[in-house]
């Protein structure tokens, strides 16, 4: 089994329906993060969690909310989707300290008509 | 703001040359810094991490880092057709990456056969 688990994997969708996308890992990390990826725009940070009780917003946060359910789960919502939320999205996992990567996630392509 | 900056590429290179790769970034507190390469349609997957500045080898890959320069780079030796891939640079401004990573854009390679 994967590292870091997203569902699902790809995901159509219609403007204004509240859509969820979900994410658990199996490194025991604390450190869990959602991004988006836009084709010229690269990877840009949406939420990230270091723990249950620790959520944080990232660079572009506006539409999205996250639920942090567990250590090893870590949800991404959108309440009312809009076309320019099609995108690609990656969950990913890290440990604490400087010796550390990211673990990614195999993500999800969610469109929006 | 904190910004990396990639060539976006394509950067062109011969089987079995040297693929240099470079980034800038503007945060000078920055401490990590890592490359990642990601397939097309794939998750980015990380290849090496730095830290410190000078060069850090990893069998075919070697990452240098000029922190007085605000530069970062990756060589990749002995390319292969397999390295055809986009790499992304990312940096971290708080050691271990308590806010999130900063990612460029990423530069495209290709390795000619």
């Known amino acids: 089994d994967a590292d870091v688990t997203q569902t699902p994997r790809n995901r159509i969708t219609k403007t204004g329906k509240r859509i969820m996308l979900e994410c658990s890992q199996t490194k025991g990390h604390d450190r869990m993060y959602w991004y988006r990826q836009d084709p010229g725009l690269g990877l840009r940070l949406i939420y990230y969690?270091?723990?249950?009780?620790?959520?944080n917003k990232g660079e572009i946060s506006d539409g999205y909310s996250v639920s942090r359910q567990a250590q090893a789960k870590f949800s991404l919502s959108l309440e009312s989707a809009i076309p320019n939320q099609t995108a690609l999205y990656f969950c990913?996992?890290?440990?604490?300290?400087?010796?550390?990567?990211?673990?990614f996630g195999s993500g999800t392509r969610l469109t929006v008509v | 703001q904190k910004e990396v900056e990639q060539n976006s590429g394509p950067l062109s290179v011969p089987e079995g040359a040297i693929a240099s790769l470079n980034c800038t970034y503007s945060d000078r507190v920055s401490q990590s810094f890592f490359w990642y390469r990601q397939y097309s349609g794939k998750s980015p997957e990380l290849i090496m991490s730095i830290y410190s500045n000078g060069d850090k080898e990893d069998g075919r890959f070697t990452a240098q880092l000029n922190k007085a320069s605000q530069y970062v780079s990756l060589l990749i030796r002995d390319s292969q057709p397999s390295d055809s891939a986009t790499y992304l640079c990312?940096?971290?401004?708080?050691?271990?990456?308590?806010?999130?990573?900063?990612f460029g854009k990423g530069t495209h390679l290709i390795i000619q056969p």
């Open positions: 990913a996992t890290s440990g604490a300290g400087v010796n550390y990567g990211y673990t």
């Open positions: 990312a940096v971290s401004s708080r050691g271990g990456g308590a806010d999130g990573l900063t």
């Open positions: 969690s270091f723990d249950v009780k620790d959520i």
